[in-house]
């Protein structure tokens, strides 16, 4: 049983409203001693933490404790059960959870306690963090309950929650974490305070997975139930939800699209010589679209710059016969853009051509291409394969930049030029675990010797990652380069210490 003398109390409060007492003893069994809680006077809380909380097994509050604020303890993983004393006339404890006595504020759970959880009616409040890291599969919320502190369910196991009618209003971050759940219902009309000032990117990113908070499916498809910028959003979160491979919030967002016509869309020209013509922009909201091969008269042989940057509708497109160029930032941030054929009579791709188009899975580079310029499959997540032509001889800077679906490609023979960050964390250096492995797979990548010139700046060409779980800040290439002796490949794989193998 713990000793008074492993107890730190004092007052840190105005008006000697707040104590802290801090424990630093080892015992997994704290007792809060009764005498050294005399030393306050009057309605006060007393704040608890420890040394070593994830320790901590049980707790038991003496009778003069008006008011509790467990600290380190919420989010003590080992804790079995919380007791009161019965003469407490502030607190009370029932089957190891803490209660205020009048029952109507429910303080903590331990999180050690498993199986349903069913919260007495008349509880009207859950204290923050009251579930923090709970092993519950189930807690079913009394129709009383008007409020749930922030983060109340944080980390926790849950896999079935439904929050009652009489919460209509609630941080996001209560069920931060909880990536058990597998079913989640709002009853009332409830309004989500969100953690950032501009939610939509954050609610895209956290639909598609690539948001460092992850939620729960179930969770997210509720808050886009009542999600205020829906309409504004919605082909952004659909082309979320493809890529992100969340089918149940797909179903919804397209279940619950308005019906309305599709009108066709137009293009606008600009002149060039010769009687040709570029597309200088796209205005429409088809989903497929063939490029016309003449307007006006006009034959088509460029995509002018930014022609249909942006557009969050086209899915498939078609470039016809004749086309030459597809200049800068023509298709950059077509959210919903999967599929493109080109035409083999194209022989210029543009700077940030086809950048930040997510969804694009499937794309054909004419034979007449000889350079990847700078940023041209940037951030394009989705693309799974792409056959780089043979006369190619540059990939400039982050032209496949996070392509992380991206396993294989082959570099041809005459390349002679890797540009900045061009292939970091495709996928065959970004990518699953393998078994037995730690961090990213260990994948054999070629790179030619007729490579002359590798830039290194930034992040260098590949991504590199912890060496193992208890060496966290030592970071390790997860690819494995096959290089032929003496080659700047060769040298360079030395220098940043890559693993290679050396090939005839």
Avoid at 319 to 345: H, M, Q, R, W
Wanted: glycine share 8%; with cysteine; aromatic share 10%.
């Amino acid at each position: 049983m713990s000793n008074i003398n492993e107890f730190e109390f004092y007052n840190s409060g105005w008006n000697n409203e707040r104590w802290e007492l801090r424990y630093k003893g080892e015992d997994k069994d704290v007792v809060i001693p009764e005498e050294l809680i005399a030393q306050a006077e009057g309605k006060f809380t007393v704040a608890v933490s420890a040394e070593n909380p994830n320790e901590i097994e049980s707790i038991s509050i003496p009778k003069n404790v008006p008011d509790v604020w467990l600290g380190t303890l919420y989010g003590g993983r080992e804790l079995k059960k919380i007791t009161v004393d019965p003469e407490n006339q502030y607190l009370k404890d029932i089957e190891g959870v803490l209660y205020t006595k009048d029952g109507k504020k429910l303080i903590k759970a331990p999180a050690q306690m498993t199986g349903k959880y069913i919260v007495p009616e008349g509880v009207e409040e859950i204290e923050a963090f009251a579930f923090q890291n709970s092993h519950f599969d189930e807690i079913i919320l009394p129709d009383s309950l008007k409020k749930i502190g922030t983060g109340a369910f944080q980390y926790s196991d849950i896999k079935k929650m439904t929050v009652p009618k009489g919460i209509t209003e609630i941080e996001d971050g209560v069920f931060s974490d909880c990536r058990e759940l597998e079913e989640f219902e709002l009853l009332g009309n409830v309004k989500i305070n969100y953690m950032y000032m501009d939610m939509d990117p954050e609610m895209e990113q956290r639909i598609s997975g690539e948001a460092f908070s992850r939620p729960a499916e179930c969770y997210i498809l509720a808050c886009l139930k009542i999600y205020p910028n829906l309409e504004k959003c919605r082909r952004k979160f659909i082309a979320a939800a493809k890529r992100g491979k969340k089918e149940k919030i797909l179903q919804y967002l397209l279940s619950t699209m308005p019906d309305k016509p599709v009108q066709k869309g137009t293009f606008e020209i600009a002149d060039l010589d010769n009687g040709e013509a570029a597309i200088k922009s796209y205005s429409g909201e088809e989903a497929v679209i063939e490029v016309p091969a003449e307007i006006d008269g006009k034959k088509i042989t460029a995509i002018g710059k930014g022609a249909f940057e942006k557009n969050e509708y086209i899915e498939k497109l078609t470039v016809p016969d004749g086309v030459t160029t597809i200049e800068n930032n023509a298709f950059k941030g077509c959210i919903s853009l999967e599929e493109v054929k080109l035409p083999e009579s194209c022989t210029a791709i543009g700077v940030s051509a086809f950048e930040d188009c997510k969804a694009l899975k499937k794309v054909n580079l004419p034979k007449g291409i000889f350079v990847l310029a700078k940023k041209v499959f940037k951030n394009c997540v989705s693309l799974e394969s792409l056959d780089i032509p043979d006369k190619v001889v540059k990939i400039d800077d982050q032209a496949l930049y996070y392509c992380e679906s991206l396993m294989d490609i082959t570099l041809p023979e005459g390349l002679t030029y890797l540009g900045r960050e061009c292939l970091y964390a495709c996928g065959f250096n970004y990518g699953p675990v393998l078994e037995g492995e730690w961090g990213y797979s260990k994948r054999k990548f070629y790179i030619p010797s007729s490579v002359t010139q590798i830039d290194d700046g930034g992040n260098g060409i590949f991504a590199c990652y912890p060496k193992a779980k208890e060496l966290f800040g030592v970071f390790e290439y997860k690819v494995i380069l096959q290089v032929k002796k003496g080659s700047v490949a060769h040298r360079y794989a030395a220098k940043k210490k890559i693993r290679f193998e050396l090939i005839d």
